[in-house]
């Protein structure tokens, strides 16, 4: 294009990736929330809304990075459970709290009831910077960090009940071998979930949306990370991911049922979601 943007070859992209994400990790979020303006949050909360876990749920977020959405499920699993508590309380007034918890075995009424969240990231940097960040805040039970490549998850095979990868999949070399993983790991009906930048469905927001991309993102990425390059490959990554009906179509080719989708922000993302029967 006129942009003057290079194609990467195949099997150099793996590296490039890593080494953008080595190099903003420390500045990951800071850049997250200004170039977005502070919508990441919007579509990230959003997001877990439509997951709608119940306590117990078992996690996989790959392409995790520093943990924003195991920290969003995190807090969705102990308001669902003070709801659940409330509730149980409420209807069986005359019962006393170790009445109630005979329902319950020992797992489930620990503060998250059994639920646990598995960052998996290829790189380590971000890995450490979210861990580092989470712990800070009081976050650490129920999570771990796993260092693993979205192409070959270190993982046995029906072993979660949601899979979630936020912005994580435009970045992977073979997105066809990360949904036939994201299959292989997922426990019998269990649900498939992905948040990623898709295509722009109103024109002059269209319009807007590339101005901000090119003109705006590198510079921004120069100013507060001193990394136009890194800030750059983000705005071309998304241009390169597939659009909305395509992606519906790779994520069934991977055997996922009742595949679809939902636009945020007219396109500027979407989210899909499918099961495994
Ligand atoms: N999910 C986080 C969020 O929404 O803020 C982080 C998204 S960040 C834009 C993309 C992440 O994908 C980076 O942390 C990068 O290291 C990771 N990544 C890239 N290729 C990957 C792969 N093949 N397997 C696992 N993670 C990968």
Known sequence: THFGFQTVPEEEKGEKVYRVFESVAQKYDIMNDSMSLGIHRLWKDWFINHMNPTPGTQLLDVAGGTGDIAFRFINYIRAQREKLIRNQTKSQQNLSWSDISRSYSHDQLGPLMGSQAVICDINKEMLK??????????????????????????????????????????????????LEEAYRVLKPGGRFLCLEFSQVNNPLLARLYDLYSFQVI?????????????????VESIRRFPPQEEFKEMIEDAGFFKVNYHNLTSGVVAVHSGFKL
């Open 218 to 234: 590198p510079v921004l990425g120069e100013i507060i990370a001193g990394d136009w390059k890194s800030y750059q490959y983000l």
């Open 129 to 178: 910077v979210g861990k580092d960040k989470l712990q800070r805040l009081g976050y650490s039970e129920g999570l771990s960090w796993v260092a693993g490549d979205a192409e070959e998850l270190p993982f046995a095979d029906d072993k979660f009940d949601v899979y979630t990868i936020a912005f994580g999949i435009r970045n992977v070399t073979h997105i066809d071998k990360a």
